[in-house]
């Protein structure tokens, strides 16, 4: 089973692929490819931030959710 990348190395992923998009002689078929790489990339992060997220709420004492 392959490791999950960290938050910061899915970032700098997304950070190569951005650039990678940016280049000049980049082909048609090759910036869909990145494109679709990239929205996965970002989806993970968006997906990893919304259970961090989740894990700092707490119960007050009657029983709703706060922030930590």
């Known amino acids: 089973m392959a490791k999950e990348l960290t938050l910061e190395q899915t970032f700098d992923k997304l950070e190569d692929t951005i650039g990678r998009l940016q280049q000049e002689d980049i082909s048609l ?8 790489e990239g929205m996965k990339l970002i989806q993970s992060c968006n997906d990893r931030i919304d259970r961090v997220e989740k894990e700092v709420l707490k119960l007050n004492k009657n029983g709703e959710l706060d922030e930590f």
Request: no cysteine; glycine share 0%.
């Open 29 to 36: 078929e090759e910036s869909f490819q990145l494109y679709k």
